[in-house]
């Protein structure tokens, strides 16, 4: 595990573990070993007498935390005490359920920092946790996926990630990696008890796989960071086209300013919203069009440079209005891109000028499979089903329900399959080029340390920092 272990201290930390808002319940959480002869100052139980030591192991108490000084009541509490190594963290740990008052909670929180607490670092439960050997470094990162999950996916990614499927996954590759580096090590150093006559092709039988079964995972994590983080969606057009009317039906209320009058949207506008188990990331832009106008002028630069980032354009077309080069202009910029074309003011029948086969034709690249064509009334909110169809056949083949039981959906897990895939290709190289058993030994350690940072047996302390410090302060 690196050096990392070398910044662990033995100080008892303690945190408000809960919302910081006014609540019906706050939780504040104690970790260490004098977490229950700190929290023995502050308690008393019903009986009023501090005698929290003799409380049993995993038993919640009902009590009050008095001052010390004075022993004034300071709030009616439930107090729970998990006994190491049974806990959260390995270590004693006490949590305190008060009212949810923030005033009272930072009453009970200075009472403890007062009689030997430290305030805990951000995610520094969850560090012990870690560091302790409770979890590895991937159901670490999951718990802050969880309390972070915007969607069913998400949500159900992180369980299965905490409950260790990504752990289970590496360990085995790192097993089978080290088996070979082991017979590589004995046979050179005991040529006499181990034969590698023969053992470049058993390698490469048993590389090749590794590299499929990384591969996969590899594959898994766009559409893993897709499902989410959400789809990056730039909604574009022309001015008036009804840019603002699609991001207030999608979004459920007037984010955007909806008028009569072109170019009403001078700047980006984001939001996030989900349609079912869909997260969508909306950037509504400035009408694309040539304009005189400096504000606008910086405001169409800003909408192309956003739809060169975005992972779904939303292009959308006045259908009462013919294509005109402006039109065309404006579809160069979707090229290669997912692209989603909707056709609006549907309920203006006896006006409709542009219609999906249209703009087959008008546009030689469309394919009419890969950048599928929507008809709507955005102003009357009509279409937004078919749009929910499009995407999920775009994206997810037609199925939002995962397909597989892993995926990827942290870039730093994804770097680092990557680095380990590449250390791998590099061992079946050296066999094809009939290097000797010490250049496979070189890039099978730099595979097996690749994936080790995965889980966290091959981690350092700016690398562990890094992560913990992204955890809330109670977590």
Known sequence: ??????????????????????????????????????????????????????????????????????????????????????????????????????????????????????????????????????????????????????????????????????????????????????????????????????????????????????????????????????????????????????????????????????????????????????ILNLIDTAGIRDTEDLIEKIGVDRAKEKIAEADLCLYILDSTKDIDDEDRQIMSLCENKNTIIILNKNDLKGNIKITSDMIVSEFSFVDIDKLPVVTASLLNGEGIDFLKNAITDLFFNGEIVPKQEIYITNLRHKRLLIEAVNSLKLVLSSIDNDLSEDFYTVDLTSAYTSLGEIIGEEIGDDLAEEIFSKFCMGK
């Open 1 to 278: 595990m690196g050096n990392v272990l070398n910044k662990f201290n033995d100080d008892t930390i303690t945190a408000i573990a809960t919302a910081m808002s006014d609540a019906g319940i706050g939780i504040i959480r104690v970790s260490g070993s004098d977490a229950v002869t700190i929290c023995d100052k502050i308690y008393i139980s019903s009986k009023k007498k501090h005698d929290l030591p003799d409380h049993e192991p995993n038993t919640i108490k009902f009590g009050y935390i008095v001052d010390p000084a004075d022993d004034k009541i300071i709030d009616e509490v439930m107090i729970s005490f998990m006994k190491a190594p049974h806990s959260y963290t390995k270590e004693d740990v006490i949590e305190i359920n008060s009212h949810g008052g923030m005033l009272v909670m930072n009453e009970i929180m200075n009472l403890l920092l007062n009689n030997g607490c430290r305030l805990a670092e951000p995610g520094e439960f969850t560090k012990r946790a870690f560091l302790n050997g409770r979890i590895d470094l991937t159901k670490a990162e999951a718990v802050m996926d969880i309390i972070g999950a915007q969607s069913r996916f998400a949500l159900e990614s992180s369980r299965g990630q905490l409950q260790g499927n990504i752990y289970k996954e590496v360990k085995s590759l790192r097993e089978s990696i080290i088996y070979q580096m082991a017979f590589i090590e004995s046979a050179i150093d005991d040529p006499e008890n181990y034969d590698l006559t023969g053992y470049s092709e058993k390698l490469r039988q048993i590389v090749v796989p590794m590299i499929e079964r990384i591969e996969m995972l590899i594959k898994s994590a766009d559409e893993g960071k897709i499902r989410k983080d959400g789809i990056k969606t730039v909604i574009i057009g022309k001015p008036n086209a009804g840019k603002s009317s699609l991001l207030n039906a999608l979004s459920g209320n007037e984010r955007a300013i909806v008028t009569e009058i072109a170019g009403t949207t001078r700047d980006v506008i984001e939001e996030t919203i989900r349609l079912d188990d869909i």
